[in-house]
DNA sequence: CTGTTAGCGCATTCAG
DNA sequence: CTGAATGCGCTAACAG
């Protein structure tokens, strides 16, 4: 591999001068540039990202870390995440913390050994304390999917809360009354700020929260048909089930029609995050965006902003969902 | 933050004890030891990563290159690939090819200039003798989902064909002979191979291949749609439709539904890739398996053994794909 | 078993 | 506008 030196001693210059080429901005005349750079391309000469690393104390590496890298949810993430920094010529370390605290304890601090330059984190079993504290470090963070009012202006996410309403309010004003909920793990502020948008909207309209057709997954398919298994035991009647999230939803339905329930003529159900594939079950799912893709892509943009000084670049806070309505969601008015 | 050289002080040693310490390999006394470790301690000291790769020409970073980083696929094998290469205290860079040409070469340069010690490619755009010359240079590559010969050591492959082939068998044994084939774009190895596959199933049992039930896709979902769409407006009566992976087969029986064509009474269907959502749909969808994990796992692997030479690691290029039978496919014996 | 000495390839003063 | 010198933090011979 060429280094610097060879091109300083073929295009007749110092080292510094090249250096200078390399880093446009710094003043060199037309002639010596030109001379550097024809050496450059002779000699196929590439710069060492790592020697630049040690030199500059900038590794232009950002670390990302998620709770897992399959599904549906974190690739779409990561696509934004990738394409934005890499278009600025910074690369991606990933790392999967697989909602353990521990492991995503180590995942940091194994990022941080990497020398990043900032850390885009999706966690959810680091405490807070955890996080403001790690935010007042050296190394950048910004957060997605996840809001610590201490650090607001590191955190980027989706207003739950009303997602959760919007979903209930929608069931509701189609004349759903009796209503079963199957909830995320509830240590997961998505899920709990999800549950809390459905009381809110069962409020305003009256209807009692019934604890019999509750039931807690963990927002995976198979806790989806878990819940459908043990709501469709109960005695209460219920006309609609609104599912925290759309895996879940897809193994209820699932389950439904397993036990000759038809969707929705018997049973509505609503989901959240809309998911790709659900679009194409039957029937298909009513849900609730969630623009993880746009967030992903603003986290990006904060580091680059904020670690990497672009400025002009605006940075979003929080997202707001949207209902998607399709036809699982029966309208009994 | 504290360097090598601070902890040598502290110690009362020289620098280079420290860094033997460190790299375990040689000989150090108990005592000299525990003085070092104890002030390692003391000082929180953390090792730079990139230093220790200047220093030594390794940067214990390895990039990974796929076509995309979401749908169901990617996620899955960046997982197993993440988990075996973190275990080992190796990064992964991560970049997206976008199954373009030149995407993907720009992709493969950038991790090259990255200084990574190994690349795993998952690439569709880029020609054998692009990748042969590739693993000739410095940098070892091993390929995923792909073979060629003359570097087919470095390939961790799926025998696509006898997939395809299983697949068409078993419809035949069940008594389908009136067969469509939803392929993928035959530019991509995979979907040739499938369709290879299929054919040798057909003419085994003396069925003719017929072109009017024969659509190219491009492995998305609408397509699938697409392909349904044109089928049912053939006059060639089918009873079954082989798709060459479950996102088309999705899209293909998202639209018979809509056209009331009952699935698997009316029509049966097959996927392949044995993706984790049709599992929850009805009716449940009978593909074939794609060990997309192991692979990922396996490429790993590979490049622990024969880049970072642990011994006793053993290597399977050829992956077998097995049948997985739910409820799409009728009995019409 | 331990210390000394050179670099790894580049960025960055500071002079000129 | 350009060159010389210094150091980033660490590894790896080579001595002792």
Redesign the interface.
């Known amino acids: 591999?060429a280094t610097i030196y060879d091109v300083s001693i073929l295009a007749g210059v110092s080292l510094a001068t090249v250096s200078r080429v390399m880093n446009k901005n710094t003043n060199v005349s037309e002639k010596t540039k030109k001379k550097v750079q024809d050496a450059m391309e002779q000699l196929g000469y590439?710069?060492?990202?790592?020697?630049q690393?040690?030199a500059s104390n900038c590794?232009n590496?950002i670390g990302v870390l998620v709770s897992?890298?399959?599904?549906?949810f974190?690739?779409?993430m990561?696509?934004e995440i990738?394409?934005a920094l890499?278009n600025a010529n910074k690369?991606?370390?990933?790392?999967?913390g697989h909602s353990d605290e521990d492991q995503e304890r180590e995942?940091v601090e194994?990022l941080?050994?990497?020398?990043c330059d900032a850390l885009i984190l999706d966690v959810e079993a680091l405490s807070d304390d955890y996080l403001i504290a790690l935010s007042q470090k050296?190394t950048p963070i910004v957060l997605i999917n996840r809001y610590i009012s201490e650090i607001a202006d590191r955190c980027i996410h989706l207003n739950n809360v009303l997602g959760g309403y919007l979903a209930t309010k929608h069931v509701l004003s189609h004349g759903h009354t009796k209503l079963a909920y199957i909830a995320g793990p509830l240590l997961k502020p998505d899920a709990r700020e999800r549950l809390e948008g459905h009381k809110k909207a069962l409020a305003e309209h009256d209807v009692n929260f019934d604890d019999t057709l509750f039931y807690e997954g963990n927002f995976f398919?198979p806790s989806g048909?878990d819940a459908m298994e043990y709501l469709l035991k109960q005695d209460t009647h219920f006309t609609c089930v609104i599912c925290a999230n759309d895996q879940m939803a897809?193994?209820a339905?699932?389950v439904s029609?397993e036990h000759h329930v038809m969707v929705p003529e018997q049973l509505s159900f609503i989901g959240y995050d809309n998911f790709?594939?659900p679009?194409?079950?039957?029937p298909?799912l009513s849900t609730v965006s969630n623009p993880i893709q746009e967030m992903g892509k603003m986290a990006a943009l904060w580091v680059l902003k904020n670690v990497y000084k672009k400025p002009d670049i605006n940075i979003v806070n929080t997202f707001t969902p949207q209902l998607i309505l399709r036809d699982s969601v029966k309208n009994n008015q």
Do not use: C, W
Request: charged share 20%.
């Open positions: 591999m590439r710069p060492s990202s790592i020697a690393s040690l590794s590496s897992q890298l399959n599904g549906p974190y690739g779409a990561m696509t990738e394409s890499r690369h991606v370390i990933i790392a999967a995942a194994f941080l050994d990497r020398g050296r398919e048909s897809s193994g339905i699932s029609l790709p594939f679009k194409y079950i039957s298909k």
